[in-house]
């Protein structure tokens, strides 16, 4: 298993957010997180991104504990994601926003940068390449010079997974990625995230709305409701869970 | 190889003007090109922080006496050279005054920079305070009476070294800048949650780009301590903090272009006003001084640049950008 949660859970004051979550996420899987809205799916990827802490209960990546690991080590150890409201560099270019990424295998010091040694040329030059060569993967290396904050929507949020791969995951969390794109451009997407998904041998945890699309794509689902897992399992066990519809469009009433 | 050629260009320019200075200029406006000089060190190395960093520090006026009071103190009892070498002291009391800020820089970044927006601009403030006010207490410095008799000249090698530390700052912070790390500041500025989610330690990369700061502005208090010979608490008072914000401002933040135009026109628009009061016979000088100011914010509040650099304000960059 790559990522494993056992008993997660977080408690903002008395609120209980997300309670005793347990799941796991193999090597390559595409999971799909769906839930009503308010059911904590974001919360659950602030849980496992490190940006919030479990009060109780652990999150393992690859058999090791990511406890009291801060969201950049967290990131560091293989889990990046995205957001659900685009949280791009605005200002700087489309490059460098995915240069940004790569930051966190800079092998080069501020002697090497101040007099400028061979060792900064080829460390720029490599990341230079490599951060081409995903934009290419996506169709979006003519952007690259152009400011991140000034493209359309759609772009913005292909710029983000891509800036996402750049940290080299092992876990790709994505938030909404086809919120606010029109049909072919979210089949374009996903064919996409499929492919990225095979290319880079990626596990991916998706969050989603449009049913028709998560239920294509997943390999496997897990319902949120009210903080608590209510169902996992393969796109058509869901479909017919009996929880699940109720979740989603509630049970009649019996006088 | 390509190392070279900034440094070349570093001593290339700052000879010129030294040359300049001492061949057409007289000693009043030699100071003044000093005090450029020196201006540059501050501006630009606050612009780290404030600019590029998006952390607004108030507290640069103290990291600047901190490096002014080690490096005069240093001086007064240790002069490794002599006679017609004297001048390869100053390099070395600059180096020690910039390191001594920039310890203090690491020891107040390292819980100050947990603050952001207003409340880090306070406690930068604080320091800078607190530093005014303990070396105005402390005898050994002089307190309030300052120190005097510091070694220091101007002529065109003391221009030259000033220059040089002017010029190494811009082409130092140039390619810090336009690096890996540089690119970690913006983001850090831009979006700390995203930044951190990318991987990127915002701690460590927000207290380094505080440490380097420090380390300019204690240099720049250290050239400013040997051209004026003499040190005072009342030269580092909060306006002096300002006064580098205003600069950084004016110019465009994030833009070490702007920084440059903005230490030109800050230091040379109260001198360069002067003559004016023969006529108005009134001082209207901070008068004239602060509407720009407030022009300057309500037409333009990105600054003369906005975070633009030299190589982007040509016609056809900016063109091919758009």
């Known amino acids: 298993m790559l990522l494993k949660l056992e008993n997660v859970s977080i408690q903002f004051g008395g609120l209980k957010v997300i309670e005793s979550m347990n799941t796991s996420i193999a090597q390559g899987e595409l999971v799909g997180l769906i839930g009503p809205n308010g059911a904590g799916k974001t919360t659950a990827f602030n849980l496992i991104s490190g940006i919030y802490s ?8 690859e058999g090791r504990s990511l406890k009291g690991l801060k969201a950049f080590e967290v990131a560091r150890q293989g889990v990046i994601r995205t957001f659900q409201n685009i949280r791009l560099f605005s200002t700087l270019s489309v490059l460098d926003n995915i240069l940004v990424s790569m930051h966190q295998r800079c092998d080069y010091g501020l002697a090497s940068v101040f007099l400028k040694l061979p060792k900064f040329f080829r460390a ?4 230079q390449e490599e951060a ?3 934009l290419k993967l996506f169709k979006l290396d003519h952007l690259k010079d152009h400011e991140a904050g000034s493209l359309p929507y759609g772009v913005q949020r292909k710029i983000e997974i891509v800036r996402a791969l750049a940290g080299k995951p092992k876990l790709l969390l ?9 049909h072919s451009e979210t089949d374009e997407l996903m064919n996409l995230i499929e492919r990225i998904r095979k290319e880079f041998n990626l596990a991916i945890l998706l969050i989603e709305h449009d049913m028709k699309l998560v239920m294509g794509i997943s390999h496997r689902l897990i319902v949120l409701d009210h903080g608590e897992i209510i169902a996992q399992g393969t796109p058509s066990e869901i479909q017919n869970n009996p929880k699940v519809i109720e979740a989603y469009l509630g049970v009649e009433e019996t006088a | 190889m390509r190392s070279i050629y900034g440094w070349i260009l570093v001593i290339i320019v700052a000879a010129a003007i030294s040359f300049y200075a001492q061949l057409f200029l007289n000693p009043y406006l030699q100071q003044i090109l000093l005090y450029i000089a020196i201006n540059v060190l501050l501006a630009t190395s606050l612009n780290l922080v404030n600019g590029f960093c998006g952390q607004f520090s108030l507290g640069h006026a103290g990291f600047m006496a901190i490096g002014a009071y080690t490096s005069a103190m240093v001086s007064l009892h240790f002069q490794p050279f002599v006679g017609s070498l004297e001048i390869l002291n100053f390099p070395i009391y600059a180096i020690i005054g910039g390191s001594a800020s920039a310890l203090a820089g690491f020891f107040v970044g390292i819980p100050s920079l947990r603050l952001r927006g207003d409340y880090l601009a306070i406690v930068t403030l604080g320091f800078g305070e607190i530093i ?3 070396l105005l207490n402390l005898n050994v410095v002089g307190g309030a009476r300052g120190l005097y008799g510091l070694p220091g000249k101007t002529d065109f090698l003391s221009c030259f070294h000033a220059f040089f530390w002017a010029g190494m700052t811009v082409l130092l912070l140039w390619r810090l800048v336009h690096s890996s790390f540089g690119r970690a500041f913006l983001s850090v500025r831009e979006d700390s949650i995203a930044a951190e989610c990318m991987g990127i330690n915002t701690t460590r990369v927000k207290v380094m ?4 700061s420090s380390f300019f502005a204690g240099a720049a208090g250290s050239l400013f301590a040997h051209a004026t010979n003499s040190l005072n608490p009342a030269s580092f008072q ?4 300002v006064d580098v914000v205003i600069m950084v401002v004016l110019g465009g933040m994030g833009s070490i272009t702007g920084s440059l135009l903005g230490v030109v026109l800050v230091t040379i628009l109260p001198e360069a006003l002067r003559p004016l009061q023969n006529y108005t016979h009134i001082d209207l000088r901070m008068v004239i001084y602060s509407l720009v100011l407030i022009l300057m914010m309500i037409l333009k509040p990105s600054g003369l640049l906005g975070s633009r650099e030299w190589n982007q304000l040509l016609w056809w960059r900016r063109k091919g950008a758009a």
């Open chain 2, 209 to 212: 780009a505080f440490v380097i």
């Open chain 1, 124 to 127: 720029e030059k490599k990341f």
């Open chain 2, 238 to 241: 909060f306006v002096k903090s």
């Open chain 1, 132 to 134: 081409i060569k995903l």
């Open chain 1, 54 to 61: 479990p009060t109780q209960g652990e999150i393992i990546l």
């Open chain 2, 132 to 134: 005014r006010v303990v």
């Open chain 1, 174 to 182: 994505l938030d909404e990625p086809a919120a606010g794109m029109n």
